[in-house]
């Protein structure tokens, strides 16, 4: 597989099957990616690698805490500006109502689309999660470093076979995912990746996910 073909396909898998990932196959590409790159070398990630009944307990603990405090635990970073405006806003619009559409969730049934919400918390049935953290004391150009790394990682877990689903939504119960892990006080939770196969059957895994041309981002200036 070239990259490109591992970007092209790339996507937020919101449905995998069980089948388990095997964790010679995970160390292998983990110990690629760490060689993704960071401003002075400080590498400011910090990963938590949760499968089996850990991540059966965490689940748990966090969609009973999502159902109990659906704003969420606390607040460390948000996830989205307040206010989204346009063109970032009708972007996250279209890609919510092209989600549920796939699903045959319409937007008057409220507890069918807060039931799928709720399966971020389930991973969407993935078999691993990935957690990274960031020490609190680091800024934006520690963030993007991280950032970095979740992409490299996932295009080396395509090329491997496997599929992911990054995920900010885990950030709102911070507290309940950091006290399952024993992560320190002083490092935040940036985003979990939910990793495994995904389910080919799937209406979710199968919807054309839209991308602004490229006029519209990139100018080239000479």
Known sequence: MTVSDAVASR????AFLPTPVDEAVLRRVLETALRTPSGGNLQPWRLRVVSGEALERLKAAVVQRAIERPEGESADYPIYPSPLASPWRDRRYRAGEDLYAALKIPREDKPARRSQFLNNYRAFGAPVVIFFHIQRSHGAPQWSDVGMLMQTLMLLLREAGLDTCPQEAWAPYAATVDAHLGADSEEMLFAGLAVGFRDPDA?????????APIDE???FHD
């Open 217 to 219: 981002i990139v100018s």
């Open 11 to 14: 996507r937020s898998v919101r």
């Open 203 to 211: 209406a979710v895994n199968r919807f054309h996910v839209a991308r």
